[in-house]
């Protein structure tokens, strides 16, 4: 089925909440628009209520708060695409990930920083790639000037990495983005960077300073932006609004220049050699155990998109040793998920499912590209991934005993692997090799079966419940917790009391587990876990929203146990939810059951009152044209 535009819809709603100018930011919850405004009365909310796709406008907690149902996912999509309006900001992003411990924090942050100049870093290490074979080749020399200007391409980026990270990290962090590159010039500047060549003893106000590379450095400028964040925010608040535009930057270059060759550089430099010392270490200890685990830990450090948060490691040991090993070690995952998704191809008969896998291989397999093949296939289906995992250790051990490396940054795909010539080649490419093929093959035979397909469409999902929707019909939906039955119009949220999303019942929770009410299909689960869509065997939509405005938990005190697209049965455990830290917080824990597809129905009624068990009936469905008797 085509998808719906939204185009129309996401201009409306930004002319109704006062323009883009008025919103500090946007993000949607389970089933609702979610705006941050600078100035309510400029919210024109009777407008806003009655276009076309809007159930219900709600002014609560200072939001404001458009309840679209289940396609706010598109239409956030549209509003962000069409207009100027920004989504959650980041800062406040970073704030709500507080609970976070530390390592994922910085790695996740890294990531973050990363990602804006991937396809420049990508580019460039294929463009060395390309130069190694042709110098390999005799097609060119170094001293040729085609060859140093081709490699002036390729190797800028890298050398001037702390200028690009210092522009992504200004921008993540909310700092003067052009006062950030200031800084990072500074360290690559040409004659500091002769000083450490030469050796120099430099002092900066007969304070000795200890000089180290900071050309393709990575941590000192990450942590010297994040520090002129802060400065920047209390020179603000200290200078006189008279002189604050041209003191700010003068005073933030002043100081965190000096900072940073003094203290952060140093400190940066030392503790990021620890951890290269700390992986070449357990890589020499046992090279086989240690390229097996990274390999077979790798899928999942790409699929929670921190595979870049590693890069500091990789570029310390370039500039210690002249090549990386930890991104040569971890490579053939690249093959191995590129070899899954070809089994999958080789298997289905399903065009539409052949001509995804086909693209997603290809992508894989010649830009390194696996993101197609992992979130569009191999994971989605699982035992692909789970076999590329495997595939991907063993290439992984192959790699670390045959000691291969790269001298620069590259992502493995067939136009990158001149790149990795030396030592260790042949070992690489075998590695490589084995890692697609193997996977390919165990994939079709053991990995993938047609069956394994989730149609959208609801006849398909009842089929495969082994339910067939065809004549007289009634359908019941039984209770997800043990608790207390109440009516909607007793919810203290007016979008469920109006019964604005479908009727249906609320509970008020006396314990946390939270099972399948029917038998179904996983249809829609948000990233905090606070709520969970199903399509029961019967076409019901049933959205189950614990607690009221717990989006706001940022997913502290839930813990879900199921994924989008998995068939459940009744009593299935869908998720735990902490009601203490719920209650703690603030925030109410009665939790709304709804048939989100009511009007389908020509009667939802309450079929349970008072207390009830997990599994009780509790909401009794007639299809259209039938009674219940």
Same mark, same amino acid.
């Not at 009516?487 to 019942?505: H, Q, R």
């Given at each position: 089925?085509?998808?719906?535009?939204?185009?129309?819809?996401?201009?409306?709603? =930004?002319?109704?909440?006062?323009?883009?100018?008025?919103?500090?930011?946007?993000?949607?919850?389970?089933?609702?628009?979610?705006?941050?405004?600078?100035?309510?009365?400029?919210?024109?909310?009777?407008?806003?209520?009655?276009?076309?796709?809007?159930?219900?406008?709600?002014?609560?907690?200072?939001?404001?708060?458009?309840?679209?149902?289940?396609?706010?996912?598109?239409?956030?999509?549209?509003?962000?695409?069409?207009?100027?309006?920004?989504?959650?900001?980041?800062?406040?992003?970073?704030?709500?990930?507080?609970?976070?411990?530390?390592?994922?924090? @910085?790695?996740?942050?890294?990531?973050?920083?990363?990602?804006?100049?991937?396809?420049?870093?990508?580019?460039?290490?294929?463009?060395?790639?390309?130069?190694?074979?042709?110098?390999?080749?005799?097609?060119?020399?170094?001293?040729?000037?085609?060859?140093?200007?081709?490699?002036?391409?390729?190797?800028?980026?890298?050398?001037?990495?702390? *200028?690009?990270?210092?522009?992504?990290?200004?921008?993540?962090?909310?700092?003067?983005?052009?006062?950030?590159?200031?800084?990072?010039?500074?360290?690559?500047?040409?004659?500091?960077?002769?000083?450490?060549?030469?050796?120099?003893?430099?002092?900066?106000?007969?304070?000795? *300073?200890?000089?180290?590379?900071?050309?393709?450095?990575?941590?000192?400028?990450?942590?010297?932006?994040?520090?002129?964040?802060?400065?920047?925010?209390?020179?603000?608040?200290?200078?006189?609004?008279?002189?604050?535009?041209?003191?700010?930057?003068?005073?933030?270059?002043?100081?965190?220049?000096?900072?940073?060759?003094?203290?952060?550089?140093?400190?940066?430099?030392?503790?990021?050699?620890?951890?290269?010392?700390?992986?070449?270490?357990?890589?020499?200890?046992?090279?086989?155990?240690?390229?097996?685990?990274?390999?077979?830990?790798?899928?999942?450090?790409?699929?929670?998109?921190?595979?870049?948060?590693?890069?500091?490691?990789? @570029?310390?040991?370039?500039?210690?040793?002249?090549?990386?090993?930890?991104?040569?070690?971890?490579?053939?995952?690249?093959?191995?998920?590129?070899?899954?998704?070809?089994?999958?191809?080789?298997?289905?008969?399903?065009?539409?499912?052949?001509?995804?896998?086909?693209?997603?291989?290809?992508?894989?397999?010649?830009?390194?590209?696996? =993101?197609?093949?992992?979130?569009?296939?191999?994971?989605?289906?699982?035992?692909?991934?789970?076999?590329?995992?495997?595939?991907?250790?063993?290439?992984?051990?192959?790699?670390?005993?045959?000691?291969?490396?790269? !001298?620069?940054?590259?992502?493995?795909?067939?136009?990158?692997?001149?790149?990795?010539?030396?030592?260790?080649?042949?070992?690489?490419?075998?590695?490589?090799?084995?890692?697609?093929?193997?996977?390919?093959?165990?994939?079709?035979?053991?990995?993938?079966?047609?069956?394994?397909?989730?149609? !959208?469409?609801?006849?398909?999902?009842?089929?495969?419940?082994?339910?067939?929707?065809?004549?007289?019909?009634?359908?019941?939906?039984?209770?997800?917790?043990?608790?207390?039955?109440?009516?909607?119009?007793?919810?203290?949220?007016?979008?469920?009391?109006?019964?604005?999303?479908?009727?249906?019942?609320?509970?008020?929770?006396?314990?946390?587990?939270?099972?399948?009410?029917?038998?179904?299909?996983?249809?829609?689960?948000?990233?905090?876990?606070?709520?969970?869509?199903?399509?029961?065997? =019967?076409?019901?939509?049933?959205?189950?929203?614990?607690?009221?405005?717990?989006?706001?938990?940022?997913?502290?005190?839930?813990?879900?146990?199921?994924?989008?697209?998995?068939?459940?049965?009744?009593?299935?455990?869908?998720?735990?939810?902490?009601?203490?830290?719920?209650?703690?917080?603030?925030?109410?824990?009665?939790?709304?059951?709804?048939?989100?597809?009511?009007?389908?129905?020509? =009667?939802?009624?309450?079929?349970?009152?008072?207390?009830?068990?997990?599994?009780?009936?509790?909401?009794?469905?007639?299809?259209?044209?039938?009674?219940?008797?």
């Amino acid at each position: 089925m085509a998808k719906k535009n939204y185009d129309d819809l996401s201009k409306k709603i =930004e002319t109704f909440v006062g323009g883009s100018e008025n919103v500090i930011s946007l993000f949607h919850c389970a089933t609702r628009l979610r705006f941050k405004v600078k100035d309510g009365s400029r919210v024109d909310k009777k407008r806003l209520g009655q276009l076309e796709g809007v159930i219900k406008v709600i002014d609560s907690g200072g939001q404001i708060q458009v309840v679209i149902g289940n396609q706010v996912a598109d239409v956030y999509e549209a509003i962000l695409k069409n207009t100027k309006i920004k989504a959650q900001d980041e800062a406040e992003e970073v704030e709500n990930r507080g609970k976070k411990n530390i390592l994922n924090l @910085f790695m996740e942050t890294v990531s973050g920083i990363f990602a804006p100049i991937l396809a420049a870093m990508c580019g460039a290490g294929m463009l060395k790639g390309i130069l190694i074979l042709c110098t390999t080749l005799g097609w060119l020399t170094a001293d040729m000037g085609t060859y140093r200007i081709l490699y002036a391409a390729a190797d800028g980026v890298f050398t001037f990495l702390p *200028v690009f990270l210092a522009f992504t990290a200004a921008k993540k962090f909310h700092a003067d983005q052009y006062v950030s590159v200031g800084i990072a010039a500074a360290l690559v500047y040409p004659d500091i960077t002769a000083a450490y060549s030469a050796g120099e003893a430099l002092t900066f106000m007969n304070i000795p *300073v200890v000089l180290v590379s900071y050309t393709s450095s990575v941590i000192p400028i990450i942590i010297s932006i994040y520090v002129l964040s802060k400065l920047e925010k209390g020179l603000k608040h200290i200078l006189p609004e008279i002189c604050k535009r041209f003191m700010t930057p003068l005073l933030s270059l002043v100081i965190m220049v000096p900072i940073t060759y003094l203290v952060i550089g140093p400190v940066a430099d030392f503790a990021g050699n620890l951890l290269a010392s700390g992986y070449t270490g357990m890589v020499g200890f046992s090279p086989i155990i240690a390229g097996f685990v990274l390999g077979l830990l790798w899928p999942a450090v790409v699929m929670f998109g921190l595979h870049w948060g590693f890069a500091p490691i990789v @570029f310390n040991n370039i500039a210690e040793y002249g090549r990386d090993t930890l991104f040569t070690i971890t490579g053939p995952n690249n093959m191995a998920q590129a070899g899954a998704t070809l089994g999958v191809f080789l298997k289905t008969k399903n065009k539409e499912l052949k001509s995804l896998c086909g693209s997603a291989a290809l992508s894989a397999v010649l830009a390194g590209v696996t =993101e197609p093949a992992i979130y569009g296939i191999t994971l989605k289906y699982k035992k692909p991934f789970f076999i590329g995992a495997v595939f991907s250790g063993i290439a992984g051990a192959i790699v670390a005993a045959s000691g291969a490396g790269a !001298p620069t940054l590259l992502s493995t795909s067939i136009l990158t692997l001149p790149g990795y010539i030396g030592k260790g080649f042949a070992g690489f490419c075998i590695a490589c090799a084995i890692a697609y093929f193997g996977s390919a093959i165990v994939t079709y035979l053991f990995g993938f079966q047609d069956n394994m397909i989730l149609e !959208p469409d609801k006849n398909s999902i009842a089929e495969d419940a082994g339910t067939v929707i065809s004549g007289k019909q009634e359908a019941e939906i039984k209770s997800p917790v043990n608790g207390k039955v109440i009516l909607l119009s007793e919810v203290k949220d007016e979008a469920f009391a109006a019964e604005a999303l479908g009727k249906g019942i609320a509970i008020v929770p006396r314990d946390g587990k939270i099972c399948a009410p029917c038998d179904g299909v996983v249809s829609a689960l948000f990233p905090t876990g606070h709520a969970v869509g199903i399509t029961s065997a =019967e076409g019901a939509e049933v959205l189950i929203h614990v607690g009221m405005d717990t989006v706001k938990l940022n997913g502290g005190g839930f813990t879900v146990h199921v994924s989008e697209g998995q068939r459940i049965k009744a009593g299935d455990l869908l998720m735990e939810a902490d009601l203490e830290v719920i209650m703690r917080a603030g925030y109410d824990t009665t939790t709304p059951v709804i048939i989100t597809n009511t009007e389908e129905y020509s =009667e939802v009624k309450s079929a349970g009152e008072g207390m009830v068990k997990a599994g009780d009936p509790v909401i009794m469905l007639k299809m259209r044209g039938n009674e219940i008797e």
